[in-house]
């Protein structure tokens, strides 16, 4: 039996493995005296042989220690195994300067395969901080100084904007930038409302890492932290006001006797809050040149115009669609349609607005598509005139139109109905001074003494109305007050909260992306935890959560599995080894985990 396993098992290995490659993974970006890991994972344990060429500008102080991995599963008949082998050095960066971290070669199997190249940047030797540790991700640990530095000098935020003197309702990109030398735990801070700016945050998708920028004689780790597109609706100088940001910032415990944490009794490093401000902003803003064009929209940008008119032969009464497509980048969203003049007898609706813009550092870019449904009502040869869009072009300081070709339409009579002359509702002419447009519709009829006011029809609609101003004051009552109760929105948000992150979680499980995963789930545990047990973003630690879910009553063992699973999901981002291997079975057991508490917490 058990060699009938051994044979399914290898079969298995050697369907599953597939082809072979060799990863490299290894920080971007370090600073000269700094120890990183060079790691370099293979997908399968059966290496024969490895090889890496020589490191340049950098020592090797250690290595390759070697680690496996294997994986093996049975699931509803299905079998499915992994196995990898990673080969790590530690070493030391010598010089500052762009280098290529060297190429490994393995065999297997009697072939050969190599790894990519990978090139890291190194900085030079903080003058203030002390040595960086770069986990194998590459995500930056912030050094701890070994010199006092000022605490506005240790995390600070820049405001930045892309211009300063623009036009009305020209786009300008407002950047905030983060600037650290401490590690971050929380940092929170919210865009007040801005007075005079239509405002769109710049949504971007992707994780949020350190970068090293060399300031001072300081090597800071950055990241851009909110971006906006502001749009200004009047001239004048305009103020984007200061922003005050809280942080959570983990410093050394200098108190504290590192032989007491050996044995439990503490740690070295200890959580302190900081407040920051991002300092405000002023823009001038001028007026747009007068006199205005007057047949201008509105629209502020660099933009081009196409038309069409489908289909160009039609009978009467049938609709065929004009199709106006502005592309270009600035004020898309906030422009008026074009202007279209048809022919006498036509009749043209409200247009259809496909909008295919995101926003961007220039505004919204993209397109936008007017749809107008035009209708002829009699047969003959027809020409829509050219439709003009006048837009003003800030790069220029003047104004541009644009206009598209005139359309041509051959409408055929139709046989059999009498052709009428049908006057746009909007269009309606008085004939001389005494003959007006004939009222279509049913006439409604009274009797020349009715009177509502006192009627019965008239007591009967104030009660109604009484009635209902009644109930719909105890709903939005009852609206107000749950929404005024924190805990409660907090609580009702959780279960939703925690499967939107591990809906994100599933996507990064698919594409392999272990470090931004494993975050998620950690984030998806304990924002769960905090929503349901009304704690505070700064109170929410390990501890607290423990201390929170035992209080109400949680069993042990469920709490115990929870805060395990926070604590692993932190290791697996930094530990050495393949951080892939076990993200289902994070992902599985965090899941249960949710479902559990859930049900314990209702109880």
């Given at each position: 039996m058990y060699r009938y396993l051994l044979v399914l098992f290898s079969?298995?290995?050697?369907?599953?493995?597939?082809?072979?490659?060799?990863?490299l993974q290894a920080p971007a970006q370090t600073e000269v005296g700094d120890q990183i890991r060079v790691s370099y994972v293979v997908n399968t344990s059966d290496v024969e042989d490895f090889k890496v060429e020589k490191f340049q500008g950098f020592d090797e102080l250690y290595g390759p220690s070697t680690s496996k991995q294997s994986n093996f599963q049975m699931v509803n008949g299905k079998t499915t195994s992994s196995s990898s082998v990673t080969f790590t050095y530690v070493v030391m960066a010598t010089q500052e300067g762009t280098f290529r971290l060297p190429v490994a070669t393995v065999q297997v199997e009697g072939k050969t395969y190599k790894s990519k190249s990978q090139q890291i940047e190194v900085l030079p030797a903080s003058s203030q901080a002390g040595?960086?540790?770069?986990?194998?991700?590459?995500?930056?640990?912030?050094?701890q100084q070994q010199h006092p530095v000022k605490a506005s000098e240790e995390l600070y935020i820049t405001a930045t904007a892309s211009k300063t003197q623009i036009y009305e309702q020209e786009a300008v990109l407002l950047t905030y930038k983060l600037y650290t030398l401490v590690n971050i735990q929380q940092l929170a801070g919210e865009m007040p409302q801005l007075d005079g700016f239509h405002v769109q945050e710049i949504d971007s998708k992707a994780q949020m890492s350190l970068k090293y920028e060399r300031v001072n004689g300081r090597n800071y780790g950055t990241t851009i932290w909110r971006q906006y597109v502001l749009f200004p609706q009047r001239s004048g100088k305009l103020t984007v006001p200061p922003i005050?940001?809280?942080?959570?910032?983990?410093?050394?415990?200098?108190?504290?006797?590192?032989?007491?944490?050996?044995?439990?009794g503490g740690s070295l490093t200890q959580l302190v809050k900081r407040t920051i401000k991002a300092p405000a902003l002023e823009i001038d803003v001028k007026p747009l040149p007068q006199p205005k064009p007057a047949n201008f929209n509105g629209a502020v940008g660099d933009y081009t115009l196409s038309g069409s008119l489908t289909p160009s032969d039609i009978k009467a009464n049938d609709a065929a669609t004009l199709r106006l497509v502005v592309s270009g980048h600035g004020n898309m969203k906030l422009m008026k349609a074009p202007t279209v003049k048809l022919p006498k007898d036509f009749e043209v609706y409200d247009p259809k607005v496909d909008d295919k813009t995101t926003y961007s550092a220039q505004g919204a870019k993209g397109n936008v598509v007017y749809d107008y449904i035009i209708v002829p009502r009699h047969?003959?040869?027809?020409?829509?005139?050219?439709?003009?869009?006048?837009?003003?072009?800030?790069?220029?300081?003047?104004?541009?139109?644009?206009?598209?070709?005139s359309f041509h339409v051959h409408v055929q009579k139709v046989q059999g109905v009498s052709q009428h002359t049908v006057v746009d509702r909007e269009d309606l002419k008085v004939?001389?001074?005494?003959?007006?447009?004939?009222k279509l519709g049913k006439a409604r009829i009274r009797q020349a003494n009715y009177r509502f006011w006192g009627s019965a029809q008239c007591v009967l609609s104030y009660v109604v109305l009484l009635l209902v101003f009644c109930v719909l004051a105890l709903v939005f009552r009852r609206y107000a007050r749950q929404n005024a109760n924190l805990a409660l929105q907090r609580n009702k948000k959780a279960s939703r909260e925690a499967a939107r992150r591990l809906k994100n979680a599933a996507r990064l499980l698919k594409a392999g992306e272990a470090g931004p995963f494993y975050d998620e789930v950690s984030r998806a545990l304990l924002g769960y935890a905090g929503d349901k047990l009304n704690l505070r973003m700064a109170d929410l630690t390990r501890d607290n959560v423990k201390q929170a879910l035992t209080e109400r009553g949680v069993d042990a063992s469920l709490v115990d599995c929870y805060i395990n699973l926070v604590n692993?999901?932190?290791?697996?981002?930094?530990?050495?080894?393949d951080p892939v291997a076990n993200m289902e079975k994070i992902y599985s057991e965090a899941s249960d985990a949710l479902n559990r508490l859930n049900g314990a917490i209702k109880k």
């Open positions: 079969c298995v290995s050697l369907c599953a493995r597939g082809q072979v490659t060799v990863r040595r960086h540790s770069q986990g194998q991700q590459g995500g930056i640990r912030q050094p005050t940001f809280e942080a959570q910032v983990e410093v050394h415990n200098t108190s504290m006797d590192p032989f007491d944490v050996f044995f439990g047969g003959g040869d027809f020409t829509v005139q050219p439709v003009e869009f006048c837009y003003f072009d800030p790069q220029k300081g003047d104004y541009k139109t644009l206009r598209t070709d004939i001389d001074s005494d003959i007006h447009f004939i692993e999901c932190e290791f697996a981002r930094y530990a050495p080894g």
